[in-house]
């Protein structure tokens, strides 16, 4: 069994920064990818980021050259840093694992979401 849990979401200005976390419990950590997740308001979920076991990153479009995603195996935490947040940013933020060590294979256990919101 594993259990995600996310923390960090909140209130931000537009261009400002928020660091979300993704404390993993019940879990080999380090064996498994694992990716960030967002769903807004009448959109649906979309994949923000991913890092395989072997440390290998991939990022939507829309985020990359401002989000970085990346993983403390010791810790068994991963992170999403969010910089130059804009206001098409606002969604609720899920942190997910993988089914392998590649995240081409999806994403099978989710945590219960945190808010993020940018306001203009």
């Known amino acids: 069994q594993v259990q995600l849990v996310e923390s960090g979401g909140g209130l931000v200005q537009a261009g400002g920064s928020l660091r979300l976390s993704c404390a993993a419990s019940g879990s080999i950590f380090s064996s498994y990818a694992m990716g960030w997740y967002r769903q807004a308001p009448g959109k649906e979920r979309e994949l923000v980021a991913a890092i395989s076991s072997g440390g290998f990153t991939s990022y939507a479009d829309s985020v990359k050259g401002r989000f970085t995603i990346y993983r403390d195996n010791v810790k068994k935490t991963l992170y999403l840093q969010m910089n130059s947040l804009k206001p098409e940013d606002t969604a609720i933020y899920y942190c997910?694992?993988?089914?392998?060590?590649?995240?081409?294979?999806?994403?099978?256990?989710w945590g219960q979401g945190t808010q993020v919101t940018v306001s203009s």
């Open positions: 997910a694992r993988g089914v392998s060590g590649s995240y081409s294979s999806g994403f099978g256990s």
